[in-house]
């Protein structure tokens, strides 16, 4: 948290730049935390890392919007052609990308483990609670704000990083085509080695056969009786029953 703070001050210069990312996801956590008591979902060991990922992932929205917000005001734009021009810029990358991680999170949905279930269920709401904000009350509240002054005219390619983003937005524009086809050649074989993942329970064949705990237990499974474990419940009708000889 300490480290987005630095961050957001770092990007935004100003006290509202760093407050209003953080009420933006502070509010979008306390509508999942509340749905969940609303849908009679309980905390577990899983669902209490959704507020530090909220934090991660549903401060970036209203932060994309934030800078380029002031960016146009600061070349002249008035308050309201600054907010149109960022929202007509930033809607459709935001909305994309809040609906590809709500389906990454609701993948989890499909695990046989409740806690995991209910976390996707929640990161995925919290994570359209966010956008849902930042496209609402965000430019709300900045319309109350006051307009952030223009700047004066800095040449920002002397900088390293924005020289390296340049560059590579020029790459990704010119090799649009080769990029996508590479990555679906990447995801089908990527999909042609999952389908050869096996479910395994023995965790002794995650040791190499060459290894010595590996070759003991497989001369005890073939000379002995093998090395598995027997559990047997005794009902004895009342609380430590067994501990009476």
């Known amino acids: ?3 987005l703070v630095v961050v957001l001050t770092m990007l935004m210069r100003s006290v509202w730049g760093v407050i209003l990312p953080l009420v933006t996801v502070g509010l979008a956590t306390v509508w ?48 309201v052609s600054a907010l ?22 609701l993948s989890l949905s499909f695990s046989r483990i409740q806690a995991i279930r209910d976390f ?8 359209a609670a966010a956008f849902l904000l930042t496209v609402t009350f965000v430019p709300i509240v900045l319309s109350y704000l006051p307009q952030p002054p223009p700047a004066p005219d800095r040449r920002s390619d002397r900088y390293l990083s924005t020289r390296a983003l340049t560059a590579l937005h020029d790459f990704t524009m010119r090799r649009g085509r080769t990029i996508v086809a590479a990555w679906a050649v990447l995801i089908a074989v990527s999909i042609a080695f999952a389908l050869q ?4 329970s023995s965790f002794i064949r995650i040791f190499k056969e060459s290894s010595r705990i590996r070759r003991d237990t497989d001369t005890i499974q073939r000379r002995l009786a093998g090395s598995g474990t027997l559990e047997v419940t005794i009902d004895t009708g009342v609380a430590d029953g067994v501990k009476d000889p």
């Not at 996707?120 to 994570?127: I, S, T």
């Not at 993942?197 to 395994?200: C, F, G, I, L, Q």
């Open 1 to 3: 948290s300490a480290l």
């Open 120 to 127: 996707g269920w929640f990161a995925a709401y919290g994570v």
């Open 197 to 200: 993942v096996r479910a395994e």
């Open 32 to 79: 999942t935390i509340g749905s969940m008591g609303l849908f009679g979902t309980r905390v577990n060991v899983i669902t209490t890392i959704l507020p530090p990922l909220l934090l991660a992932i549903g401060v970036a929205d209203a932060m994309h919007l934030l800078v380029d917000y002031q960016n146009r005001c600061r070349v002249g734009d008035d308050k």
């Open 84 to 105: 149109r021009g960022a929202y007509r810029e930033l809607f459709e990358p935001l909305f994309l990308t809040t609906l590809t991680t709500a389906i990454g999170m």
